[in-house]
Antibody
């Protein structure tokens, strides 16, 4: 079964950092682009970042550029999102998604990040 | 303000047909990039509903269909059922932003 499981969310103070992880199984992880998508409470979906199969290309939404980093470890079938300089408006459920021909065909259940003092 | 524009809400009675529009611009849908649709049931993660404008993943009923024309796309749901009550999002790629963009989402209410 194709599966994505996120972890690492939690409560963090403004200006703090967090590292999210996504464990992939049931498919050949190293052959797919991967993405992070977030959803603020009561709001819509927002694409956050994407990374190529070998990690050589990375793209970010403007609002997180310079603060968030996306990476992957194909040997561990894992995707990561490092969140730095966190702000209240980064509060959201963060979803890991498999990115295939410009769409997200498999989604995890999400992990919640709350930025608050 | 989302790059792709959707109506905030639509509604219909069981058995009826509803459509949800998604309007973009010349840097995304109008540039030839495909439109994809997602269904998000209450309290759950999004699920791919339509990809490549018109294609249904395995397991998605043929009551759901997609179309695209110019800078817009539409999702149609026929034979509306109570379990279709959910939020629906369109998504495409924007070459100016070098990334994916979503519509603001449409809440479907089954009356």
């Amino acid at each position: 079964e194709v599966q994505l499981v996120e972890s690492g969310g939690g409560l963090v103070q403004p200006g703090g950092s967090l590292r999210l992880s996504c464990a992939a199984s049931g498919f050949i992880f190293s052959t797919y682009w991967m993405s992070w998508v977030r959803q603020a409470p009561g709001k819509g979906l927002e694409w956050v970042a994407s990374i190529k199969q070998d990690g050589t290309k990375k793209y970010f939404v403007d609002s997180v550029k310079g603060r968030f980093t996306i990476s992957r470890d194909n040997a561990k079938n894992s995707l990561y999102l490092e969140l730095n300089s966190l702000r209240a408006d980064d509060t959201a459920v963060y979803y890991c998604a498999r990115y295939y021909y410009f769409h997200m065909d498999v989604w995890g259940k999400g992990t919640t990040v709350t930025v608050s003092s | 303000q989302s790059v792709l524009t959707q109506p905030p809400s639509v509604s219909g009675a069981p058995g009826q047909r509803v459509t949800i529009s998604c309007t973009g611009s010349s840097s995304n849908i109008g540039a030839g990039y495909d439109v994809h649709w997602y269904q998000q049931l209450p309290g759950t993660a999004p699920k791919l509903l339509i990809y490549g404008n018109t294609n249904r993943p395995s397991g998605v009923p043929d009551r759901f269909s997609g179309s695209k024309s110019g800078t817009s796309a539409s999702l149609a749901i026929t034979g509306l059922q109570a379990e279709d009550e959910a939020d629906y999002y369109c998504q495409s790629y924007d070459r100016s932003l070098s990334g994916s963009v979503f519509g603001g989402g449409t809440k479907l209410t089954v009356l």
